[in-house]
């Protein structure tokens, strides 16, 4: 068998890795690739604010789930320390002693191959994979090859392929920026952004599109009118934009899941429920979208209560909370009898426009035969004293 083994910190693993792996079996015949991220990497320092090994390896586990013949190995984790490819190697020969192995790497490994330690044995071990990771890098792969050829009588293959031009050092940046979706497996986009890993904030149009995937088609057009006045509102009261953003897009995501649905995420997410809420699907829309919004994007507290609160409001609301509540009920897609009186007032004077929307949700359940819920009555208390306060 030939069998490739692929190195790396993968600090987050992206798609010139798995790019690089497929072009090796592909170009070499490669029976299969073994992907072993390191313990702690032998020729770099493991960025601040990295995750630890378990989780790089999950993250390397996801990256590589579609990439045929390819297994990831936690044998250098489980190992624990500095993880040298020597010791690696040694272990492979013994588990493989008849099959032929190659060291994949790109020229960055390849041009300080000589500081690798007992560099030499890995020559007679294995066989070099070496690949350009940007174009102009060919000619100094080839003088490093033939350099070590002669030297150490290296045997290496060159793979030739136009490898995407990325790394994770440059990945780590964009993540903060809602960048770095384009060149990771969705898989890991998605688990990086679940636990904010990396100080990591969705790329607005991925959450956008994951958001509206969850709504019935009808009310995308709600839920982007909820975004734009949410950050309106934002901008005018000084409350934060991103996190209105965040909140906005994901606000209703539960909205069309029935009443079953609702119990069972409720049940998932530890969600206590009063008795009006067991009865109404309605109601729990806001807290399990809030649970979602949490503990599947990440999101931090402040959208998970703004997004919890957006359907009954209630005492004490925060400002992010009072503008998520205020941006759902005048959208432009709304149409009621006093929207514009809202609309006006939501710029004017928040807590006013507050305390005529409670009012009317509360007049129109009264006049539908509903009984409103005792949250919107205590805000509706709450900011009415604020308000007489003021005046
Ligand atoms: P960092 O930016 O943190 O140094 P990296 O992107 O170089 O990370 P590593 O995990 O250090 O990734 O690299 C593991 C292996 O993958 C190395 O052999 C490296 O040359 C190779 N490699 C990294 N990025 C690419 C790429 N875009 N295309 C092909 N090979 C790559």
């Known amino acids: 068998m030939k069998i490739g083994v692929f190195g790396g910190t993968f600090n987050p693993p992206h798609l010139g890795h798995a790019e690089a792996v497929r072009e090796c079996i592909a170009r070499l015949r490669l029976d299969k690739v073994l992907v072993i991220p390191n313990a702690l990497p032998p020729h770099k320092e493991i960025a601040d604010g990295s995750p630890d090994a378990e989780t790089r390896l999950r993250l390397t586990r996801l990256g590589f789930e579609h990439v045929k013949h390819c297994a990831v190995s936690d044998m250098e984790i489980s190992r624990g320390g500095v993880s040298y490819t020597v010791d690696t190697l040694r272990r492979l020969r013994e588990r493989y ?48 090859s033939e350099k070590l050829r002669l030297a150490y009588g290296a045997q290496t293959r060159f793979v030739e392929f136009d490898a995407l031009d990325v790394s994770s050092t440059g990945i780590r940046a964009l993540l903060p920026e809602r960048g770095g979706a384009d060149v990771l497996a969705p898989e890991v986009y998605g688990e990086i952004i679940k636990r904010r890993l990396y100080g990591a904030k969705p790329e607005l149009e991925w959450l956008r599109r994951k958001a509206y995937a969850m709504l019935e088609p009808k009310r995308v057009a709600h839920v982007k009118g909820c975004e734009r006045e949410a950050v309106r509102l934002a901008q005018r ?95 432009p897609t709304r149409d009621f009898e006093g929207v514009d009186e809202l609309r006006r007032l939501a710029f004017s004077d928040l807590d006013r426009a507050l305390e ?31 308000n007489r306060q003021q005046r």
Do not use: N
């Open 97 to 144: 002693p008849s099959d032929k192995l190659y060291l994949l790497m790109g020229t960055d490994m390849l041009m300080c191959f000589e500081r690798w330690r007992d560099f030499e044995e890995i020559l007679r071990l294995a066989t070099l994979a070496v690949f350009a990771r940007r174009g102009g890098e060919r000619k100094e792969l080839f003088r490093q």
């Open 237 to 331: 009261w000084g409350a934060d934009v991103e996190r209105a953003r965040e909140a906005a897009i994901l606000h209703d995501i539960t909205k069309k899941e029935k009443l079953d649905e609702q119990l069972r995420l409720c049940a998932k997410y530890g969600i206590l429920l009063d008795e009006v809420e067991k009865r109404e699907g309605k109601l729990l829309h806001s807290k399990t979208g809030a649970a979602i919004a949490k503990y599947e994007f990440g999101c931090d507290d402040e959208v998970y209560w703004a997004i919890y609160w957006h359907t009954t409001g209630k005492e004490d609301m925060s400002l992010l909370e009072k503008v998520i509540y205020m941006a759902d009920y005048i959208e």
């Open 356 to 386: 005529l929307g409670f009012q009317m949700s509360i007049d129109d359940m009264v006049r539908r035969d509903i009984r409103p819920h005792e949250r919107t009555l205590g805000a509706l208390e709450w900011i009415k004293k604020g």
